[in-house]
């Protein structure tokens, strides 16, 4: 039963968590390159969905429902839109910047 729904977990699950929309919208805007970019910089091996570090868990959703800013993400309440790799690199630095000072 716990491995039927997305909300029960029997790993740890990661400090922040990343959602990625693959919506229409955002499949047509390119959230594949980000996805797999996202992938490649957390260094995840799917099937695993956290980051070896434990700072970061992707999820993949339908839709996130900001369809003009595709493609999207949300990393913990906070949407992310009109997303490039470089955006994505952004983003995950500013998050483990904020990690180094504590």
């Avoid at 434990?54 to 369809?67: D, E, L, N, P, S």
Wanted: with cysteine.
């Amino acid at each position: 039963m716990a491995t039927f729904y997305h909300q029960f977990r029997l790993r740890p699950q990661g400090k922040h968590i990343i959602t990625v929309c693959r919506g229409t919208a955002c499949h047509v805007a390119g959230v594949t390159k980000i996805y797999d970019e996202l992938i490649k910089l957390l260094d995840i091996s799917p099937p695993e969905d956290t980051s070896p570090d434990g700072m970061f868990t992707v999820h993949q959703v339908r839709c996130i429902g900001a369809c003009s800013l595709a493609p999207v993400i949300k990393v913990d309440e906070s949407v992310y839109g009109r997303l490039d790799q470089e955006k994505l690199k952004n983003i995950l630095n500013s998050f483990k910047e904020a990690h180094r000072d504590e």
